[in-house]
Nanobody
């Protein structure tokens, strides 16, 4: 199993910045990829950014050029710059794992990000 603990959410004005952190523990060797998803009220949970163990990244079009995902050992970060009100959501850390030929997703508890206009 993998446990994920997130931190760094909060309230910020439009144009501001926040950095989210997600610390993973447990069976770290099973992790293929880590990423951040977000879910606004009444909306589905969507991918924001992800990074593989090899360092390959991908981003949602809406955050390209503003958000940066990075990883250091067992912690993944999401640097969010030039935040917009539409970035307001609960942000969830995700770990995609493979063990015994099976894929499984683990999720953090979520952290609220609120961007005021």
């Amino acid at each position: 199993q993998v446990q994920l603990v997130e931190s760094g959410g909060g309230l910020v004005q439009a144009g501001g910045s926040l950095r989210l952190s997600c610390a993973a523990s447990g069976r770290l060797s099973s992790i293929n990829k880590m990423g951040w998803y977000r879910q606004a009220p009444g909306e589905q949970r969507d991918l924001v950014a992800a990074i593989t163990t090899g360092g390959i990244t991908n981003y949602a079009d809406s955050v390209k050029g503003r958000f940066i995902i990075s990883r250091n050992k067992n912690t993944v970060y999401l640097q969010m710059n030039n935040l917009k009100p539409e970035d307001t959501a609960v942000y969830y850390c995700n770990a995609n794992t493979r063990a015994y030929g099976l894929l499984y997703d683990y999720w953090g508890q979520g952290t609220q990000v609120t961007v005021s206009s």
